[in-house]
């Protein structure tokens, strides 16, 4: 069974850093890509980042482009999302995802965990 659970959101002010975490279970950590997207209230969700299940290409948004940096532990079946220099505008639910390989169209990611939410105040 394929399970994604995301950690790490929280409540911080506008320059500070976050690091979230998406832990995958089931057997497609190590053939699957998996992304980060986010879903401001009243908008629609939107790539954030994302990283092949080697590691070796990542993707960002322009958005985030220098402030977040994505990286996988195979070790412990985790992808995470360091956030830097957070912005009032980042604040969004954050959900990490699963795809068998396209890193930037959120129509190709079969597997979503339910999202943690980050908070950036001004």
């Known amino acids: 069974q394929v399970q994604l659970v995301e950690s790490g959101g929280g409540l911080v002010q506008a320059g500070g850093s976050l690091r979230l975490s998406c832990t995958v279970s089931?057997?497609?950590?190590?053939?699957?890509?998996t992304g980060w997207f986010r879903q401001a209230p009243g908008k629609k969700r939107e790539f954030v980042a994302a990283?092949?299940?080697?590691?070796?290409?990542?993707a960002y948004a322009d958005s985030v482009r220098g402030r977040f940096t994505i990286s996988r532990d195979n070790a412990k079946s985790l992808v995470n999302l360091q956030m830097n220099s957070l912005k009032p505008e980042d604040t969004a639910l954050y959900s990490c995802?699963?795809?068998?390989?396209?890193?930037?169209?959120?129509?190709?990611?079969?597997?979503w965990g339910q999202g943690t939410q980050v908070t950036v105040s001004s």
């Open positions: 995802a699963a795809s068998e390989g396209v890193l930037r169209d959120i129509r190709e990611y079969e597997y």
């Open positions: 089931g057997s497609i950590f190590s053939t699957y890509a």
């Open positions: 990283i092949t299940w080697s590691g070796g290409v990542t």
